[in-house]
């Protein structure tokens, strides 16, 4: 009962990041699902799923009036019974990803009835009413916090008792299923960050940095420090021709020395 209030409140904390506790990047999978570890006791096991879940979800993201999938209570509540089955990555990624979308459509939810305590609000600030926004905003704010910690909690309650047996009793041709769909779910995390960051003139380097992990036998340490130093060079080369395209400008003339004609636009 314990560790299924703890985890039910690390869920619920962890929705608040981006709303009322500012950027923190508290809710990521790769810090939350650590603390779940660590309150379950394994926290090496923690970091390992973190660590994979961030791969699923890194390229996710709330654009305009989209909501995305509640990697929040998906990644906790994935990360947990993982732990306490013993079965490892394969069944947190198989319970993470399903349980993400069906936390969607609570999180939906959620934000249509705070339309309401909006509206609230708003009559409140006509008149004056501050205690009233108050009121009005932080009953909001426990909404979205309940969204992820009645779920999460209810699921700590069920699995403490019964995941060993459910677990056991799926044939082993299905684990190991969820477990190879599971590893293939990184995949889609770079596909979806690659989605939003692909561009025609920026291709390129993407190229260049596939060339350098599969011919040259590089690191993904090594491959972004090159990255970090050519994005370097970039970045003063074009200074410098826009500094002294500017001054050109200004004087009415140029010295044939500049670099570029003029600013460089990439997108």
């Given amino acids: 009962m314990l560790n299924a209030l703890i985890i039910g409140c690390i869920a619920g904390i962890g929705i608040l990041d981006e709303r009322v506790l500012g950027a923190?990047?508290?809710?990521?999978?790769?810090v939350l699902s650590v603390l779940v570890g660590f309150v379950l006791g394994d926290i090496r096991q923690?970091?390992?799923?973190?660590?994979?879940?961030?791969?699923?979800?890194m390229g996710i993201a709330g654009?305009?009036?989209?909501?995305?999938?509640?990697?929040?209570?998906?990644?906790?509540?994935?990360?947990?019974?993982?732990?306490?089955?013993?079965?490892?990555?394969?069944?947190?990624?198989?319970?993470?990803?399903?349980?993400?979308?069906l936390a969607q459509s609570l999180g939906v939810l959620v934000r249509v009835i705070n339309l309401y305590f909006s509206h609230k609000a708003d009559a409140y600030a006509k008149t004056a009413n501050f205690k009233g926004v108050t009121l009005m905003l932080w009953i909001a704010?426990?909404?979205?916090?309940?969204?992820?910690f009645i779920p999460t909690f209810l699921a700590m309650l069920l699995g403490a008792a019964q995941i060993n047996n459910i677990v056991n009793a799926v044939p082993t041709v299905i684990l190991d299923g969820l477990?190879?769909?599971?590893?293939?779910?990184?995949?889609?995390?770079?596909?979806?960050?690659?989605?939003?960051?692909?561009?025609?003139?920026?291709?390129?380097?993407?190229?260049?940095?596939?060339?350098?992990?599969?011919?040259?036998?590089?690191?993904?340490?090594?491959?972004a420090l090159i990255g970090t130093c050519i994005a370097i060079i970039i970045n003063l080369y074009m200074n410098d021709g826009h500094i002294k395209t500017n001054k050109d400008r200004q004087d009415?003339?140029?010295?044939?020395?500049?670099?570029?004609?003029?600013?460089?636009?990439?997108?």
């Avoid at 923190?24 to 790769?30: C, Q």
């Fill in 141 to 148: 704010t426990g909404l979205f916090f309940l969204s992820t």
């Fill in 63 to 101: 654009i305009g009036a989209s909501t995305p999938p509640d990697y929040v209570t998906g990644g906790v509540i994935g990360t947990a019974l993982a732990i306490m089955s013993g079965k490892g990555i394969g069944i947190a990624l198989a319970i993470a990803v399903p349980v993400a979308v």
């Fill in 24 to 30: 923190t990047l508290f809710s990521r999978p790769i």
């Fill in 46 to 57: 923690g970091v390992i799923i973190g660590a994979q879940l961030e791969l699923v979800w």
């Fill in 179 to 223: 477990t190879v769909a599971g590893n293939l779910l990184p995949a889609m995390g770079f596909a979806l960050l690659l989605d939003m960051l692909f561009s025609k003139k920026l291709v390129v380097f993407f190229f260049l940095g596939f060339l350098a992990a599969s011919y040259l036998g590089l690191n993904i340490t090594a491959i």
């Fill in 252 to 267: 009415g003339g140029s010295d044939g020395g500049d670099l570029t004609e003029g600013d460089i636009d990439i997108e």
